[in-house]
């Protein structure tokens, strides 16, 4: 059973510039969230997409968006990069399911370290 | 204050030693408290996760919630060098409709010395 796969793995890109990263679930899951992990923190949560709609939003500004995509996989577009915006991306998914019961087992990928310069 | 905090590290440990790991919130409609596993430079891995107060046991590590202090912790037996990585305390409110939002620390570095 694959679980969460991202890509890319690393990504360098220069101030100013946009970025998409990608994220497909754990098979089985509907549910796709982004965290942002600066080093030596915690992830931070970015927004959290289901029924290709963005449900539930953190403290980022709109330079972050998203998409979720009909097979549960799922996009974050950073517009206009900082250099604050370097980080490790983390996507996580879960089961939502039809009853949209909120399960909180959370499973990530190994995420995507964008730098900035 | 931060919603959630941390015992900052490093932690090193000889191996076979007892190791404890705490954090303290400050929201008290989190009603769902996990404990994930990073190594360097790979994703979080979920060890554990509990519901509500009270202890919840895993082989080696038993997962410990005192809602009225607004405490958790995590114990890990027998400690092995495997064992090493930054472990991260991450905490939920759940109510219908909305909010599965994971909250977390700031992680502790583990080092398990052979």
């Known amino acids: 059973d694959a679980g969460v796969t991202q890509s890319p793995t690393h990504l360098i890109k220069t101030r100013g510039q946009q970025v998409t990263l990608r994220c497909s679930p754990k098979?089985?899951?509907?549910?796709v969230s982004w965290y942002q992990q600066a080093l030596g923190q915690g992830p931070q949560f970015i927004f959290q997409y289901y029924e290709e709609e963005e449900r539930q939003r953190g403290n980022f500004p709109d330079r972050f968006s998203g998409h979720q995509f009909p097979n549960y996989s799922s996009e974050l577009n950073v517009n206009a990069l900082l250099l604050g915006d370097s980080a490790l991306y983390l996507c996580?998914?879960?089961?939502?399911?039809?009853?949209?019961?909120?399960?909180?087992?959370?499973?990530f990928g190994p995420g995507t370290r964008l730098t900035v310069t | 204050q931060k919603e959630v905090e941390q015992d900052p590290g490093p932690l090193s440990v000889p191996e076979g030693a007892i190791v404890s790991l705490n954090c303290t919130y400050s929201n008290s409609a989190f009603q769902y408290f996990m404990w994930y596993r990073q190594y360097s430079r790979k994703g979080p891995e979920l060890l554990m996760y509990t519901y509500s107060s009270g202890n919840k046991e895993d082989g080696r590590f038993t997962a410990q919630v005192d809602k009225s202090s607004k405490y958790i912790s995590l114990f890990i037996r027998d400690s092995q060098p495997s064992d090493s990585a930054t472990y991260l305390c991450a905490m939920s409110r759940f109510y219908t409709g909305a909010n599965s939002k994971l909250t977390f620390g700031k992680g502790i570095t583990l080092s398990v010395r052979p």
């Open positions: 996580a998914s879960s089961f939502s399911g039809p009853q949209k019961k909120y399960f909180h087992e959370q499973y």
């Open positions: 098979s089985g899951h509907d549910t």
